[in-house]
């Protein structure tokens, strides 16, 4: 429900609501399969630090623990309540709630708004308005912050603590960012799955990111915006400082209708507005959720991209064709190095003395060994004319993957990081291994060139985004068009 | 180098070279990390069924076989030969596998025309084309045939049997597909990686593809074509009844230079030309490695889409949002169920009652059972009026997605598998093995909504262009533009 700026006591519920020392749950269940069971269950299984209170009026103790007739009924403060009943009996709850004052509710059920309930929710609304206590949900999924141990819904996984923040409306596609988090070796800040967000606004979300340390880079999954001035002015804040990826659901014809029956959003808005908004906030807008997580991590790892001089280095020419066709695909137009740095290509040539190695790609060839694919990178790196460097890494039977990947993140990391680096590794499980070996030691890695290019493209259109937000201009290498 | 036309001989040289009884490996050799030792071993440790001789002048035994002092030397007939020696070495032994009546030779050496010694290349191409012996390469990586446990080259890969035959003139895409094969559980007919394709034309490859039992479908990567006419003429004969898939390399600028430095290649199109080219020859173009690989999954197991009425069953509103921006965003205009088959919604709506099950996609909700899956895809798959069925499971607390996965493919494989079902399950560990459990089910399935929906893209397209091929008019339905 619209808002028309963010609210200072939202920004402490949610302080309390990511870090809660004191969690009830409300409707928590002996019996297997329940919400109130699995979510309990789950508290308990990830360790977390805090004080777990059941709450139950039939059961005296549930999973090891006291349980609680009642909200009224548990002694001193609660940070965050999470309520696993049905629609119908939890106006009642939440009331208890805001006598109690609880900081933040999080609302399990669905059949409020989305099932055109729409008075169910606004009672649910203006009770924690009133009462200046924060509401997450309803049809909520779950909330959690690797950092604290701490994760409190229906979420099967536990992510690594990291720099990501994920803040969804879509309980399913927060469960993609967190289950790719947790075989694809990257950590986040916080994350939440909003459901009908009904109160809590992705205004207030976006500047609690800002503020926390934790947090790098900031992925959103939008299906309805409420407040879009409030989106827009909380974005600007945050922006300059930290990157913010929006992937909007509910774009086609058909998805309209669908996304109000999921959360009851009001898109309301045709693609092109959108992209006009999300412009204006200065935030990122990503097509696929793949986008949006590939693209997080490279934003949390990296430093910012500073032009668009940007070398490929491959031991397998069809790869580095591959990369080279999709950087000019999506509007990165490389150069040669004879363009940009004789001197550099020069020394290249003198390291590596084949005629391929002085163009852009590099192809040091299919046998090409681990210092070779260390030379070169340092040599890149150091160049001041190279803005970033792209690898790709091609396992023939002669390639020593894991050693170049060593020797990789042992250059990139022994250097001042001043650019980004990217790197592609193309093959089966071995390679695999070293693309998740790659991201443990900092640094983004992929399995297609597609991926490492559209990643890079994440760090371009941040780059030219903040000179905007800056009001800046940005070098001229760096003013063409993207896509 | 340009051929009329496809020559019955190469036919022939090619079923003994993906098929060999025997195989020479000149230059084999004692010392690891030569080619001539790794193509052995690999040959060996993968216990090829057929003959291998090594060639060394200077050894009496090779890693436990006989060696031989030259191609000479050996008694009896050999059919592939594997020249593991430098460029300048490569002419005088191709001659004496001439005199031998080798069918098939492969030179793993770059060095030719793609480093401007065109000279070189043209005398082995003479040579060979003389005595009517098929060459392969130079700068060649790997050829191979699951199906008979034979593997010849630089691949550290062995991929399972199957009936996607992959045809690169880069050996670093080659090897991205066998490795995507051997983790991505999908099987090969056969493959090889052409190098500098001097001699044999990808006409040729694709007719002897069209006429392999084993082989359901044909995945290109090209860089340049040296007899256009030829391959319009071989991918029309084979299209209509197997699909081919092309992805082209070197279309940006820079690309051109790099692809003529890799395998010397005469790209020598713009880009719309190339799109033109290949639509003449009823092959469907893709942009991405992973297109390449994602859609050949779809085509090898799934039975024709004859229309556009597909319909998303999920159990995670976002998801299914995801999947329809992206099915439109790909020009398929999705339809409500109530459009196209009320008695269908009728029914799905007694089973399922909630009002997001009579839409299109159909949200069963976060804790939708194995069984209430199978019942709606059931319907589905049963139901006159849909034509395809795209699933898409959301992993909770509550989610039994192993179950769920046993029960569609059960579903499916007990059925007439009459129309195209593709799966995606967005998560973690678990969903990675759901995914590959689908596949050795016969069930392609994906890790995100936008690779799934490209996969049932690539089977419209082939319809349409099907329909085109064999003159005929595609359904009303699929008459759509295809992106």
């Not at 099967?156 to 289950?179: D, F, K, R, V």
């Not at 409420?226 to 913010?244: L, N, W």
Request: net charge neutral; glycine share 10%.
């Amino acid at each position: 429900m619209r808002i028309n700026a963010t609210r200072p006591y939202i920004s402490e519920s949610l302080g309390f609501a990511f870090n809660p020392r004191r969690i009830a749950v409300i409707g928590a269940s002996r019996q297997p399969n329940k919400v109130g069971f699995e979510v309990l269950k789950a508290l308990l299984d990830r360790h977390y630090g805090g004080e777990v209170l059941p709450v139950n009026p039939n059961a005296a103790e549930i999973q090891g623990l006291p349980a609680y007739k009642g909200v009224r009924a548990i002694p001193g403060p609660i940070d965050l309540a999470f309520i696993a009943l049905p629609a119908m009996a939890t106006s009642k709850v939440v009331e208890e709630c805001a006598e109690k004052s609880v900081h933040a509710v999080a609302v399990a059920a669905g059949g409020f708004r989305e099932s055109g309930n729409d008075d169910l929710e606004a009672s649910l609304i203006h009770c924690c308005r009133t009462h200046h206590m924060a509401l997450l949900g309803p049809n909520f999924l779950t909330i959690g912050n690797p950092h604290a141990n701490f994760s409190c819904g229906l979420a099967p996984y536990e992510p690594a603590s990291g720099s990501l923040a994920a803040i969804s409306q879509s309980g399913a596609n927060l469960l993609a960012i967190l289950g790719a988090s947790t075989i694809g070796a990257f950590g986040l800040s916080f994350y939440v799955g909003l459901g009908n967000k009904a109160d809590v606004d992705f205004s207030e979300l976006i500047e609690f990111a800002g503020q926390d340390t934790n947090t790098r880079c900031v992925a959103l999954y939008v299906e309805g915006l409420d407040s879009e001035d409030a989106f827009v002015a909380s974005c600007r804040k945050v922006a300059p400082r930290k990157p913010i990826l929006v992937l909007k659901g509910g774009t086609s014809t058909l998805g309209w209708s669908a996304a109000m029956a999921h959360t009851g959003s009001n898109p309301g808005t045709v693609d092109n507005r959108t992209d006009r908004l999300f412009h204006e906030a200065g935030a990122i807008r990503v097509r696929t959720l793949g986008e949006l997580i590939d693209g997080g991590l490279a934003l949390t790892l990296m430093p910012p991209l500073k032009g668009e001089n940007i070398v490929i280095v491959t031991n397998g020419g069809g790869s580095g064709l591959l990369m080279t066709d999709e950087f000019e695909r999506r509007g990165i137009n490389l150069r040669e190095l004879r363009q940009f740095s004789p001197r550099l290509r020069d020394r290249i040539n003198k390291l590596n003395p084949r005629p391929s190695s002085c163009l852009n790609p590099i192809d040091l060839g299919g046998a090409a060994r681990a210092e070779e694919y260390r030379e070169v990178v340092a040599l890149l790196l150091a160049d001041p004319d190279t803005h970033g460097v792209a690898v790709s890494i091609c396992p023939t039977l002669l390639t020593p993957v894991q050693d170049i990947v060593l020797e990789l993140a042992d250059c990139y990391n022994s250097g001042p990081k001043s650019k980004p680096i990217i790197v592609e590794i193309q093959g089966g499980a071995d390679c695999d291994a070293a693309i998740l070996g790659l991201r443990r030691c900092g640094i983004p890695a992929y399995a297609t060139p597609e991926r490492a290019v559209a990643a890079f493209n994440i760090l371009r259109r941040y780059m030219l985004r903040r000179y905007e937000l800056e009001e800046t201009s940005a070098p001229a290498v760096m003013q063409t068009t993207c896509v």
